[in-house]
Structure formats: C-alpha cells, structure tokens
T-cell receptor, first 111, second 113 residues
Framework: QKEVEQDPGPLSVPEGAIVSLNCTYS??????FMWYRQYSRKGPELLMY????GNKEDGRFTAQVDKSSKYISLFIRDSQPSDSATYLC???????????FGDGTTLTVKP | DTAVSQTPKYLVTQMGNDKSIKCEQN?????MYWYKQDSKKFLKIMFS???????INETVPNRFSPKSPDKAHLNLHINSLELGDSAVYFC????????????FGSGTRLTVV
C-alpha cells in the first residue's frame, strides 16, 4: 500500500465550478502538507503548504488538513481554464529529509 | 534568472550509453534533490544532498551516480542506460528542512531507444 493515495481523476469541470482535490495518507508522522501544480511538460510548482491540521487560504485556493482522518484537500473556487493542470499532493515529517508525493490528479476546466 | 535550471531539456540516446544531466540553483538553498517522474506522473525521490553531503539514497540502481561539487549544483550521471530509464528527471532544491516545499526545475525528458 502506498503511503500517499490521491484521487486519480481525471477531473473535468466547467469554468466557475468549485473543485475539490483529495489525498489520504497512512503515515501518522506526516506534519507538513503541500500542494503542487504541474502544467504539461513543466516542473511542479508549489501552490501552498500547511503545517498540521487546519485550513489555509490563498486567493481562490484553500488547503485543508484533517490529521485525525489522515486526509487533505485542496479546494479551487471559481475555477478557470488556466487552472487546467495536474495537481500533486506531497507530505513529510520533520526529519524525513524528503517529501512523499501522491500520483497526481489531472484537472481540466472547460470554458 | 531561472531559479533551478537543468540541462539538457531533452535527451534521446541508445541503450548502453552513458549520459549526464546537470542542475544548478541560484536560490541559496542548502538541499538539492533528484526525482524521477514516470509516465503516470508519479514522482519518486532518487537522491538528496545537503551542503554537498549525500543524505538520501533511495533504492536506485548503482548505474545512477549523483555528484554535488558545491551546494548550488547537483549532477546526475547514468551508466549503461536501459529502456526502463526513460522518464522525466526533475531536479529540485529547498531550504534545509524542506518543510516549506521545493522549487523544481523544468525537467529533463530522457528517452532510451
């Protein structure tokens, strides 16, 4: 079983929709949680990172962490065609020296 | 002004050849990484260096040898390339702990024929 499982997608939504992207994990030592966006043929780019449980908002993006359920989410409000990309969750514990990534969810926002 | 730059962007080579990929970061980060991304987008850690010291060496064939001449550079040399080595290789860097995320390069797409 993988340490990090991500909803596989692909996901296709109309412009303006609210998008929910989700990951579950098994390692209770994970404390730092990240979301990356990867456009086709580009490197992943960090969108948001959070520590422990709670919510963090940045513009149209909200990251949510529920450590008790070992579940994290990224919400995108008012989705735009430019949000079309693969979204990767990642997480790590303090001393791991590395982040463990989910497999990614490919999102298409249709105009 | 590119933060993490990798060269080359594309590499097509025959089985059995030896090739190198170079990576440089100008962010002043202490830690650099090599990740391999397969066709299904899964990113798997290969190596990590902190201030030129190897700190992570995952179960990677010893045909892969990283080298960090200084903390701004991390190169990857691959001997005796195999078909299964075809993938996109990403270099990344972070502050020492890495808990606030990585900055990735744009990747090197390696195709072994």
């Amino acid at each position: 079983q993988k340490e990090v499982e991500q909803d596989p997608g692909p996901l296709s939504v109309p412009e303006g929709a609210i998008v929910s992207l989700n990951c579950t994990y098994s390692n209770s030592a994970f404390q730092y949680f990240m979301w990356y966006r990867q456009y086709s043929r580009k490197g992943p780019e960090l969108l948001m990172y959070t520590y422990s449980s709670g919510n963090k908002e940045d513009g149209r993006f909200t990251a949510q962490v529920d450590k008790s359920s070992k579940y994290i989410s990224l919400f995108i409000r008012d989705s735009q065609p430019s949000d079309s990309a693969t979204y990767l969750c990642a997480m790590r514990n303090t001393n791991a020296g590395k982040s463990t990534f989910g497999d990614g969810t490919t999102l298409t926002v249709k105009p | 002004d590119t933060a993490v730059s990798q060269t080359p962007k594309y590499l097509v080579t025959q089985m059995g050849n030896d090739k190198s990929i170079k990576c440089e970061q100008n962010l002043g980060h202490d830690t650099m990484y090599w990740y391999k991304q397969d066709s299904k987008k899964f990113l798997k850690i290969m190596f990590s260096y902190n201030n030129k010291e190897l700190i992570i060496n995952e179960t990677v064939p010893n045909r892969f040898s990283p080298k960090s001449p200084d903390k701004a550079h991390l190169n990857l040399h691959i001997n005796s390339l195999e078909l299964g080595d075809s993938a996109v290789y990403f270099c990344a860097s972070s502050q020492e702990s890495g808990v606030s995320g990585y900055t990735f390069g744009s990747g090197t797409r390696l195709t072994v024929v």
